[in-house]
């Protein structure tokens, strides 16, 4: 007989995730001089870790309040701001790599992160702005999927 229980479906991806980052990391220094080195294989995580950052933090917003409108990041921002205004302050450690960062700074002054609006443009508007899909926002589109986890 086999058991079966509810797993943790979001931090599985997330893992998954980050063993792709690994693999960068054997080709791209994680430095501050490589902070705008932009690749297709950047591109594919910083939409695929910006869009399960979209999924993850509407759970977290609906954990909190389950009959609000949390439609897109300026909802999630208004709930966050409100409900766990400690999470605007997180900082992710990456000791391997000597790096310490946090991705939701900027909600304490504007609507979206830097690298939100980096993932949208890339998004819509690819062919524009391919070089958005960089290191420094890729790293912190990760970053935020793990605080939001």
Known sequence: MIEVEKTTLYWNYYLALEKDLEVVARYI????????????????????????VDVVIKELCKMFKPLERNNNIIDYKQTIKECLPAFIDETVY????????????????????????????????????????????????????????
Request: aromatic share 16%; charged share 20%.
């Open 94 to 149: 990456l000791n391997r790599y000597g790096l310490k960062f946090q991705p939701w700074i900027n909600w304490k002054q504007q609507d979206s992160p830097d690298w939100w609006q980096s993932y949208n443009k890339v998004k819509h508007e690819r062919n524009q702005y391919y070089e958005k899909a960089n290191l420094k926002n890729t790293l912190n589109s990760f970053g935020a999927l793990l605080i939001t986890n």
């Open 29 to 52: 220094e994680f430095a501050k001089s490589n902070w705008n080195t932009y690749s297709i294989e950047l591109a594919r995580l910083l939409l695929a870790v910006s869009s399960e």
